[in-house]
């Protein structure tokens, strides 16, 4: 059945290092993913997202990477802050205007 | 925009009683999701509005949940009765068409 999963329930890192967090997703009519940070307490919160007619997208300091052939999706985070220290988690839907499903969730630790 | 807001943010209640969750999506936004979060099986979807008219509401547990959309500007979750197992974090999110979703902060609900 569609799932979306992440390789890592936990990544810990030192405050200055980047960040790679996986994610594979076994649906191939996927074509849109998101990226969200979840903080304690909190809301999911909007990281980046890409369409599957792109590889990769970049924002402030946050990369997406997509491959589509092997399904699998990862998010890079330069210079880790402990500010970034959460859950994160990829989402994704088949046809725009469908929910998204969610994968369980990488906890990121970062320790200064 | 304030963003999704929901309310209440906790609700603590007796197991056979019912529980009425709420949301205000944003303004403008043409779809609604209602998610439900728990350590054991991450975010799933419960149910989804357009335009607010149901789309998917596969992800329902039982019928003793219900959810409406009267209007634009809200939508309630009713669960009735409550039982302990559904203890949870529920969530609502808004998109416009179907890209950005946007997450309100959670209501985080205790069936004792």
């Known amino acids: 059945g569609e799932s979306v999963g992440l390789h890592l329930p936990t990544l810990s890192v030192q405050e200055g290092d980047n960040s790679i967090i996986n994610c594979a997703y076994s649906?191939?009519?996927?074509?849109?993913f998101i990226w969200y940070k979840q903080e304690s307490g909190k809301g999911p919160q909007f990281i980046i997202d890409?369409?599957?007619?792109?590889d990769k997208r970049q924002g402030q300091r946050v990369t997406v990477l997509l491959n589509k052939t092997v399904k699998h999706l990862s998010l890079q985070i330069a210079a880790t802050q402990p500010g970034d220290s959460a859950v994160y988690f990829c989402?994704?839907?088949?046809?725009?205007?469908?929910?998204?499903?969610f994968g369980k969730g990488t906890t990121l630790s970062v320790s200064s | 925009d304030a963003g999704v807001i929901q309310s209440p943010r906790h609700e603590v209640t007796e197991m056979g009683q019912e529980v009425t969750l709420r949301c205000k999506p944003i303004?403008?936004?043409?779809?609604l999701f209602w998610y439900r979060q728990t350590m054991m099986r991450g975010l799933e979807l419960l149910i989804y509005?357009?335009?607010?008219?149901?789309?998917?509401d596969s992800g329902m547990p039982e019928d003793r949940f219900s959810a409406k959309m009267p209007n634009a500007s809200f939508s309630t979750l009713k669960i009735q009765p409550s039982e302990p197992r559904d203890s949870a974090v529920y969530f609502c999110?808004?998109?416009?068409?179907?890209?950005?979703?946007?997450f309100g902060s959670g209501t985080r609900l205790t069936v004792v």
């Open positions: 999110a808004s998109s416009l068409s179907g890209v950005g979703y946007t």
């Open positions: 649906n191939s009519a996927s074509d849109y």
């Open positions: 303004s403008g936004h043409d779809y």
């Open positions: 509005f357009n335009n607010n008219v149901p789309i998917d």
């Open positions: 890409i369409r599957s007619n792109m």
């Open positions: 989402a994704e839907n088949s046809k725009e205007g469908t929910a998204l499903i």
